[in-house]
């Protein structure tokens, strides 16, 4: 190849290869940063954070219930392990909260965002858990509409009867043995 054509040829590629670099990144919601939010407000949000966990550690706990009544090792071990890195995420907002109450009492802004965004960043992974839990016990698949209603037609050219009772054979000719061994 001469070198004009392999110049042309590794502009081409590093044009290609660029395209996607150039493009926009989907915009994502702006992201409300915890200095922006008043003291009163942050004590709100995370006992309502806090509410939210509790109610979801209650929902993955008849979870738990449920699989074991299924008695599918599999999903038991998988609620069960979700339902772990929930009590621990919970733990650590209730800390978290008592921080934030008495930094908020100190008037200590750095401490008590920091404590508010332990307790935003638990409430985002305890939903995410929530989420993956029911993927562990298949309720995605199972979730409808309540206003869902099923109507069934039957065919009518459907034979009678009950399929799992087979009718007796007609009659049976019996044929006789043989009157000879040798034909």
């Known amino acids: 190849m001469s070198r004009p054509l ?14 996607p670099l150039a493009q926009e990144a989907p915009a994502r919601p702006p992201v409300e940063r915890a200095s922006e939010v008043p003291d009163a407000e942050k004590l709100q949000r995370s006992a309502q954070a806090l509410g939210v966990m509790r109610g979801v550690l209650t929902e993955v706990q008849a979870k738990l219930v449920e699989a074991r009544g299924t008695k599918d090792v599999v999903k038991l071990n998988c609620v069960n392990e979700k339902l772990t890195q929930i009590k621990g995420l919970l733990r650590i907002s209730e800390q978290a909260d ?55 037609e039957e065919p ?10 087979p009718r007796p054979p007609g009659n049976v000719i019996a044929r006789p043995p043989p009157a000879s061994p040798t034909l």
């Open 156 to 165: 009518r050219d459907l034979p009678g009867g009950d399929p799992t009772q």
């Open 98 to 152: 008592v921080a934030l109450q008495e930094a908020v009492a100190r008037r200590d802004s750095t401490s008590s965002e920091h404590e508010y965004t332990k307790v935003t960043i638990a409430r985002q992974k305890v939903s995410q858990l929530n989420a993956e839990t029911e993927e562990c016990v298949g309720q995605l698949l199972f979730r409808t509409d309540e206003n869902l209603s099923v109507d069934v």
């Open 6 to 19: 392999r110049i042309l040829g590794s502009l081409a590629v590093l044009l290609a290869a660029g395209a």
